[in-house]
């Protein structure tokens, strides 16, 4: 998985945010949301076969909410 940029810019700096405390903050929502979907898939009774698919649109998410805070985060 390829992972964001870690130097912290300028902008982040500033307002006391480091690039380091932002990506542990995404890791730890992506870890929780992925332990919320593995356990949805089992109440719900999702086929095996459809899980590795959920997951993988989970993981898709996650990725595009981390470019988004990222960009949002450095462009202020």
Same mark, same amino acid.
């Given at each position: 998985m390829p992972q964001p940029n870690r130097q912290s810019s300028p902008k982040l700096r500033r307002h006391g945010v480091r690039?380091?405390?932002?990506?542990?903050? /995404?890791?730890?929502?992506?870890?929780?949301? @992925?332990? !919320?979907?593995e356990i949805s898939m089992k109440i719900y009774k999702v086929p095996r076969r459809d899980r590795a698919a959920m997951l993988e649109y989970q993981r /898709?998410?996650?990725?595009?909410?981390?470019? @988004?805070? !990222?960009?949002?985060?450095?462009?202020?």
């Open positions: 690039a380091t405390d932002l990506n542990k903050f /995404l890791n730890a929502l992506r870890a929780l949301d @992925r332990t !919320v979907v /898709l998410l996650h990725d595009k909410v981390r470019e @988004r805070l !990222v960009a949002i985060s450095v462009a202020e």
